[in-house]
């Protein structure tokens, strides 16, 4: 119980509160603690000083919790794993992308949990007695934001411009995938409109808070106005909707520009796995498909809440899907970071099948029973995109005039098997350990598991080439002590009647 010099010195808090909000300021309302001062005294002599010690921690774990909030944000570990990919590369659009998406989503929540500090409101309810007599009772909870004019402002209002700023920014990632790999200019303009009409839904939902002041919440008697609040989540459900439809026509305007440079050559033969491992844009459709799937559910919900208002008067009925709403947001700025993990993931293979490739650049490989050459360039192994498919009418990847085939520039390949075979169609393979564990056979194809000559056991193990030289006179030039360097150029015919000579 407060004494008598408590309750006097709680006077001077009398200014707090506005028993008429209609006629307050705007500024006198966010600071304001109530409508009744009668209903805090109340409150604070209901209080045990063990209740009162226990408000002091609640208030003190609040402000730690809110601080912790950025560790906490579910893309927090994300991105941390991102920067060390990126090697703290803070000048590249991925990482400012990735970096604002952050900042801003995250603070967005650290100011949410501040906004649980005010979670006290002592205003007036209506309640009527047996005869019907309206009445006054006493609430003291601010249970949810609008029911206190600043948490209004700081967690709604400002609290929405961090939030949706945020994902824009990470909505602008697809739209730079695209931009990158497709040509054609028509295309790109339709991922422009929808990428502006996704983020002109958002930003419409900002200013929509706006529209709520928080002297709206309160009416003359100050009775919180429930049914005003509940007409604007009404628009607010619709805004949301149309936020999730200009989503799925991003996505879909994405597609449809990336079908007509990308998906053309993209072999679907190897499956979803490693369609969605090697192919960066494959994976922007997947959050077109978790859109489209929950779509449906969340437009039943919204009509369903329409129907029951206007032929029902129900205005209570809770059809509200906050977590599948979060999901369908969630998922494309997830396919962010992992289309970044792969990216650099098969950049790293790249860079391993080059290193290991070094020995190609340089030396022809003859097929020794009919002459024709094949000449291997690195740049087959260090190109810019990872999806183009190989086959004998691609001319300006492969070139077999001459009965010579170069390999020009191309994408990065995927980890299969080598071969070159009659229809001059190529899948790569760059698991190989020498740069003479080659064999090239008269059907023109060439087997990297089967080496031509192994220098341990000084022999050659496959004799296809050497027609006028048999395996034993070879094994016996190079037993004498001759060099046993492999030379596609050599002819051990020449060599072994030269040693005769000398003899």
């Not at 009409?197 to 419409?204: A, E, G, Q, R």
């Amino acid at each position: 119980m407060l004494t008598d010099i408590e309750i006097e010195a709680l006077k001077s808090q009398r200014k707090y509160f506005i028993e008429d909000p209609t006629k307050a300021s705007y500024f006198e309302l966010l600071m304001s603690k109530g409508t009744n001062f009668t209903c805090y005294i109340e409150y604070l002599n209901s209080l045990s000083d063990e209740q009162k010690i226990n408000n002091k921690i609640t208030t003190i774990r609040t402000i730690i919790y809110a601080l912790h909030r950025p560790i906490q944000f579910v893309f927090f570990y994300w991105t941390v794993l991102l920067i060390i990919l990126h090697k703290f590369n803070f000048k590249k659009p991925i990482m400012k992308i990735v970096l604002w998406h952050f900042i801003l989503r995250s603070s967005g929540n650290v100011v949410d949990k501040f906004g649980d500090l005010m979670s006290k409101y002592y205003a007036n309810t209506v309640a009527s007695d047996n005869d019907g007599i309206i009445t006054y009772k006493c609430r003291y909870d601010a249970s949810t934001s609008e029911m206190h004019p600043l948490k209004w402002v700081l967690t709604r209002q400002f609290g929405t411009i961090l939030w949706y700023v945020g994902e824009i920014f990470a909505d602008w990632y697809p739209l730079l995938r695209t931009r990158a790999v497709a040509r054609n200019k028509q295309s790109i303009w339709y991922v422009y409109f929808t990428c502006g009409l996704f983020n002109f839904s958002k930003i419409s939902l900002i200013i929509y808070h706006f529209m709520l002041n928080p002297k709206d919440l309160y009416n003359e008697h100050g009775v919180y106005r429930g049914k005003k609040v509940n007409d604007f989540y009404f628009t607010y459900w619709i805004i949301q909707l149309s936020i999730i439809y200009t989503s799925v026509i991003y996505d879909f305007s994405v597609y449809y520009a990336l079908k007509r440079t990308v998906f053309q050559k993209t072999n679907y033969a190897i499956g979803f796995i490693k369609n969605f491992k090697t192919i960066s844009e494959y994976r922007i459709l997947i959050s077109a498909g978790i859109s489209v799937i929950f779509l449906p559910i969340v437009s039943l919900s919204i009509i369903m809440k329409y129907y029951y208002h206007y032929q029902y008067h129900y205005d209570n009925l809770d059809f509200s899907f906050e977590e599948i709403r979060k999901s369908i947001a969630n998922v494309p700025h997830y396919m962010i970071f992992i289309d970044q993990i792969l990216l650099l993931f098969t950049r790293h293979e790249t860079s391993s099948i080059v290193s290991k490739s070094d020995t190609y650049s340089s030396k022809p490989i003859h097929n020794l029973s009919n002459n024709q050459s094949i000449n291997i360039n690195n740049s087959l192994f260090n190109s810019k995109y990872q999806y183009k498919k190989l086959n004998n009418n691609a001319s300006s990847i492969m070139n077999g005039s001459n009965n010579s085939l170069n390999t020009m520039d191309d994408s990065n390949i995927s980890r299969e098997d080598t071969f070159i075979n009659n229809n001059q169609s190529i899948i790569m393979e760059p698991s190989y350990s020498t740069s003479e564990d080659i064999n090239i056979n008269v059907n023109n194809s060439f087997n990297i598991n089967e080496p031509l000559y192994s220098p341990r056991k000084r022999s050659i193990t496959n004799h296809s080439g050497f027609s006028n030289f048999s395996s034993n006179q070879w094994n016996i030039y190079v037993k004498k002590g001759n060099n046993t360097s492999f030379n596609p150029l050599f002819n051990p015919s020449n060599a072994f009647q030269a040693d005769s000579t000398k003899k």
